[in-house]
């Protein structure tokens, strides 16, 4: 059984910082793209940045310049800087990998159960 869990949420001024984690465990043969997602109260599931096993990396168009995305392929974890963060930041932020098992060799979607992040002042 694979598990995504996140961590690093909290709250936080606008204009701050956090930074997600999310380590992924359990009957892994290989992670192929790690995500991140937000889910703002009322409001769709929205990609926010994504990386390839190879490092190569995307983002949503509204943090381009303020969120990196990072991972540790030696420790399955990802991570979510979030730099000059907003009000419309606050949403539960979601990880999703695509991993692959002895039992789905092609990989299968994961998500964890998030990490709320809530930019107040």
């Known amino acids: 059984q694979v598990q995504l869990v996140e961590s690093g949420g909290g709250s936080v001024q606008p204009g701050g910082s956090l930074r997600l984690s999310c380590v992924a465990s359990g009957s892994i043969f290989s992670i192929y793209a790690m995500e991140w997602y937000r889910q703002a109260p009322g409001k769709q599931r929205d990609l926010v940045a994504a990386?390839?096993?190879?490092?190569?990396?995307s983002y949503a168009d509204s943090v381009k310049g303020r969120f990196t995305i990072s991972r540790d392929n030696a420790k399955n974890t990802v991570h979510l800087h979030m730099n000059s963060l907003k009000f419309e930041g606050t949403a539960v932020y979601y990880c999703n990998a695509q991993i692959a098992t002895t039992r789905a060799p092609h990989g299968m979607d994961y998500w964890g159960k998030g990490t709320l992040v809530t930019v107040s002042s």
């Open positions: 990386i390839t096993s190879g490092g190569s990396t």
